[in-house]
Structure formats: structure tokens, C-alpha cells
């Protein structure tokens, strides 16, 4: 078998069968295929697609080009979440203890943020101790004894996609549906959990734009797990604004926790019904969304799941004392107001404009090497739809360096006034 004739065969839009697919996989990953070979297929993929059958082979062949996690002895449901990236999204930071607290095992490897969108890691990281390079047996044993860790990818786990992604990410070919969908399954497959929600963000803080598109590749994610003995759940949210009132890591870790207690921001708390319920339908703790809810909403109630979280945090070397009632941990040297120049409803039009200012205050990285302030960030103070008026604090930025006070500006341009409210979805659809 020859790279080239695999090359051809998709340039002519002809279908690859599972050898090729297995050959292209293994042969790029022992560094027998040349880059610039893996990239001339890579673009022939994203110019005529790939048929369902060949995502789901590709996919495979990626899961299984290294280590693949089995957790059948402990004959437990194993769930995992996956977000594809936003602004604001602290999910996995609530939701899995409240997973943990109802009986489920959560085992989890999470990602740092680029750019603009924010990593669950780095968040984790903003508590003191938290430690999530551990080895597979200390992986094992958190999980095992707590029912819940959240750990750093494993180098030995997908090396395909990590070689494959960081080809896409220069040569043009991230956005292709079937690569982004055997990215994100391979890792998800590979880590070992048999039930998985995704949670696809639409908008212009996200990878997916448009709405379709996002449904096609959940749909896609859907039958690859289908056809790989998985079971897939699939929600596509709002990232047309930010996630809650709190953009950054440490700021974000309080918010999660403020939801823990029952007081969180209304969008960010309908996520965590929203996707929790789901999951719990689907490794069949709950028969409907309705119990499901009432199951949440007692595990918030009587403590439970903020007790998990503490639990958890704590057996992974955190330190649970940053959250006392009087702890000064998110002290910020800086911050500077954004004040209404007009009354009015709010409304936040762009995602990414939070997200970059975040990330230009010290919560993201432009590049992989930059490091994090984990005391900067945004609050909003006024949330879409709130009536705002003329001299009210709008947001409030905050960073352990002197604020740019050019930043105010890219904020108020992605922000309008109206004399209405206008229609918000956190949830646009779910499908399973
Ligand atoms: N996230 C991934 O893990 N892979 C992609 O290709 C896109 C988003």
C-alpha cells in the first residue's frame, strides 16, 4: 500500500476503505507518512468529506493508535462531558461532582484553553496543590475511591491526534466536520467511559458558527458512537455571549461553586440541569428529565454535591481552605469599572470579544508557552436582557497588571441598548 494512491483515491472523491484508513493512522504516527503527505490528504478530506463509515473507521483507527482505558472491572457506568470551547464555560467544574454525588463514576481528562476560549485545566490549576499530572494507577485509585477525577491529558493516550491537530491547526484543515468529530470521539472513546455527553457550542465564541453545522456534527458524533458500542448525547448551546456572569479562573471556580450552592447565574444553572439530566437519562439513574432535575436539585439542596466537590478537589491536592468564608484567594491588584453611558436592556452580541479582552487581561493564552493570571478576569455585573440604567456598572475587569483602558471599548462594541427584551436560548437543541 503507497500514501500517494490514498492521496489520489480521495482527491477523486473516491471512498477509503478501513485498511487504508488503518495504514494512513499507523504509518503517519510511526513517522513513515511525511507531513506534507498527511497534509495533501488532510485538505483532500476536508474538500470532499468523508462518509460516516469512514469517520467512524478513522475514528477508531485514532483511538487505538495508543493506550485505550478499560474500566470494565470496576462494572460501574463510567460518564464523561466534553465541551468544544467557549467563553465562560465552567461546566465540568459543577456538573461532575453533582454526577459524583448521584452514584456516577466520572472519569475525566480535560484540556487547557487557547485563545480566546478557557480550559477546565487551567481553571483547576488556579487552586493551590490541585495536582492533575498523575499516573495512570493514581488515576485509577481517585476514581476508584471518590467516583470522580478531572486529570490532564495522557501523553500515551490518541498520539494520532496529537500529531494530526497540530498538522490541521497550520495547514487549513480544522474546519472539516468529519476531522473535528474523530478528534474529539477518539480522545472521548479512548479515555474508556461508556456514556458521553457532548455539549457542542453555537456561535460566534465557538468553533461552530451556524447552527446546521453544529447539528451535523453532533449527529456525526452520535452514530460514531453508535457504531463504536457507545452511547452519545449530544446539546448544542448558546456561545453568541458569554457562559454566567464570570469569564477567567479563578473568578470561574467561585461561580461553580456559588451554583454548587444553589446560587448560580441563570443560564450557567440551566446548563448544569440541562446536560446533568441528560446524562443521567442516559446511564439510566433517572427514567426521565423530570426526575432527573428533582435528583439535582437535591443533591444542590442538601449539600451533597458542593460536599463532593470539596472531596474532590481536596483528593487531588487542592486546597479546600481558598474557599472559607473570609479567604482573600481571588485578591486582584487591579480593577476598573465599565460604566452605562444610556439605559436600556442589554444585550451582548459577541462571545469572542469577551473572550479576547479576558485573555488580554491575563486569563488565556495567545500561545501555547504564555502563562496564565489566574487573578484575572471579567465580571458582568448587568447579564443580557437586564435593564440597565445611564451610570450603572456594566462589567468589571480585573488583573494583577495595570488595565489597558482601551480594552473598556472592545467590550462596549460588542454590547447594544434596546427598549425590549430580546429572546435568549441557553439550550438550542438536544439530540441523542
Ligand atoms: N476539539 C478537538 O478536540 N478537536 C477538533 O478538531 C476540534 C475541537
Known sequence: MRIIDIINKKVENQTLTKEEIDFFIKE???????????????????????????????????????????WSYL???????HSTGGVGDKVSIALCPILAALGLTVAKMSGRGLGHTGGTLDKLESIDGYNFSVTDQQFRDLVEKHGIA???????????????????????????????ASSIMSKKLATGSNCILLDVK??????????????KLGKLMIEIGKKLNRKIAVEIT?????????????????EAID?????????????IYSSGSTLLVLAQKAKDEVEARKMID???NNKKAYNKFLEWISAQGGNIKVFEKDSKWFNPQYKQEIIASQSGYLKIKSAIDFGLVAMKLGAGRSKKED????EAGIYLNKSSNEYVNKGDVLFTLYSSKPINPELQKELLSAIEFSESKHDIQTVFAKLM
Open 28 to 70: 503517519y504516527v510511526a513517522e513513515n507518512v511525511p507531513d506534507y503527505q498527511a497534509a495533501a490528504l488532510l485538505m483532500a478530506i476536508r474538500l470532499n468529506g468523508l462518509s460516516d463509515a469512514e469517520t467512524a473507521q478513522l475514528t477508531d483507527a485514532m483511538m487505538h493508535s495508543g493506550e485505550v482505558l478499560d
Open 298 to 300: 437535591e443533591v444542590i
Open 75 to 81: 462494572n460501574k457506568v463510567i460518564v464523561d462531558k
Open 371 to 374: 502563562s496564565i493570571d489566574y
Open 238 to 254: 448558546n456561545m453568541q455571549q458569554p457562559l454566567g456572569k464570570t469569564i477567567g479562573n479563578k473568578i470561574e471556580v467561585l
Open 150 to 180: 478531572i486529570v490532564g491529558q495522557n501523553q500515551k493516550l490518541v498520539p494520532a491526534d496529537k500529531k494530526i491537530y497540530a498538522l490541521r491547526d497550520v495547514t487549513g484543515t480544522v474546519q472539516s466536520i468529519p476531522l473535528i
Open 202 to 215: 453555537c456561535g460566534n465564541g465557538a468553533f461552530m458558527k451556524d447552527i446546521n453545522e453544529a447539528k
Open 259 to 271: 451554583t454548587l450552592n444553589g446560587h448560580g447565574p441563570k443560564d450557567f444553572t440551566e446548563i
